[in-house]
């Protein structure tokens, strides 16, 4: 059930971390997060604006913020060194959390772009409502859902190329890194539309 007063708080939370991860940029003279800072503000503007169409669950607003402070702590904090990492830069992003193998930089995608997925499905379903329908989750609008939330995810390599672009010095990384993005957007993906299939399944039609 959606619940303003949670909706309220999740904004606050959005505006903190906005607020904070600015100032910390500003700080250490960070270009390439005070440009995905502003990327940010104008992702939150759209969270919103679906929001007020869609109603999204409270626990779809909190798995927003979540990724969002997972988002900023990744570009702005620094890992102590001895720490594995794989660039010169020791911002969080960079730590791999089993060597060679998987990095934060992966979980946060996975995490993030499920999310996404989850989200994209409350929006079918609100648009399939509006219409007289019920959404059930076939393996059609499963898939569908899932399309959108990865489409998200490349826009995200777009943005970041945009970054390499615009910013000198970034941690964007090169082809490889890309594709690995890719393969954990999927991942988080695939996991969130198993999740939406199981539950949704084993709720009655509202």
């Known amino acids: 059930m959606f619940d303003a007063q ?3 708080a999740c904004h606050r939370v959005y505006r903190d971390i906005s607020i904070g991860s600015t100032r910390l940029a500003l700080v250490r003279g960070n270009l390439e997060f005070l440009f995905y800072i502003a990327v940010m503000l104008v992702l939150i503007g759209a969270v919103w604006t679906v929001h007020r169409s869609v109603e999204l669950t409270s626990g779809a607003l909190w798995g927003l913020s979540v990724w969002g402070l997972a988002h900023m702590a990744g570009g702005l ?7 594995p990492v794989n660039a010169d ?4 992003y960079t730590l791999w959390l089993i060597p060679g193998r998987l990095k934060y930089d992966h979980v946060v995608h996975a995490y993030g772009f499920g999310v996404t997925t989850w989200v994209c499905w409350q929006g079918l379903k609100a648009a399939l409502k509006s219409r007289g329908a019920i959404a059930r989750p076939t393996f059609g609008l499963i898939v569908l859902a899932v399309a959108a939330g990865l489409g998200f995810g490349a826009l995200n390599e777009l943005i970041e190329f945009a ?3 615009l910013v000198p010095e970034t941690n964007v990384g090169g082809y490889l890194n890309t594709g690995w993005d890719l393969t954990a957007n ?3 993906a695939s996991v969130a539309a198993t999740l939406i299939w199981n539950y949704e399944r084993r709720t009655p039609d509202s």
């Open 6 to 8: 949670e909706s309220d």
């Open 77 to 83: 904090l620094v890992v102590p060194a001895g720490w």
């Open 89 to 92: 830069s020791r911002v969080l």
């Open 163 to 165: 970054a390499t672009l």
């Open 186 to 188: 999927f991942v988080g």
